[in-house]
């Protein structure tokens, strides 16, 4: 079983910044690749929408709102992917999830982490 977790929500004003992080583990003897890795968010009533997502071999993608304000990357060497984002705005207030295809022995599957809270307020 291959799990993500994310950490760097919080609270933020408005023009702040803010890093989040996705890690992805497993149990020992669980062999297991990352394909696509990304970011999404959702707001209360609203669909879940993709804000970010990055393959291997660096290639991104990025959503129109988030162009030229956000960065993800990601870190082979520690099964982890992040998202700069900058220039925050009211409306970027969301739960962000991570977000990765994974690729075992077995199947391949998506993965989702549990989600962290970002809040852009005055």
């Known amino acids: 079983q291959v799990r993500l977790v994310e950490s760097g929500g919080g609270l933020v004003q408005p023009g702040g910044s803010l890093r989040l992080s996705c890690a992805a583990s497993?149990?020992?003897?669980?062999?297991?690749?990352?394909?696509?890795m990304g970011w999404y968010r959702q707001a209360p009533g609203k669909q879940r929408e993709l804000v970010a997502s990055?393959?291997?071999?660096?290639?991104?993608h990025y959503a129109d709102s988030a162009k030229g304000r956000f960065t993800i990357s990601r870190d082979y060497a520690k099964n982890a992917v992040s998202l700069q984002m900058n220039s925050l705005k009211p409306g970027d207030t969301a739960v962000y999830f991570c977000?990765?295809?994974?690729?075992?022995?077995?199947?391949?599957?998506?993965?989702w982490g549990q989600g962290t809270l970002v809040t852009v307020s005055s």
């Open positions: 497993a149990a020992s003897g669980t062999i297991f690749s990352l394909n696509t």
């Open positions: 977000n990765a295809a994974i690729s075992t022995r077995v199947a391949d599957t998506e993965v």
């Open positions: 990055i393959i291997t071999g660096g290639d991104t």
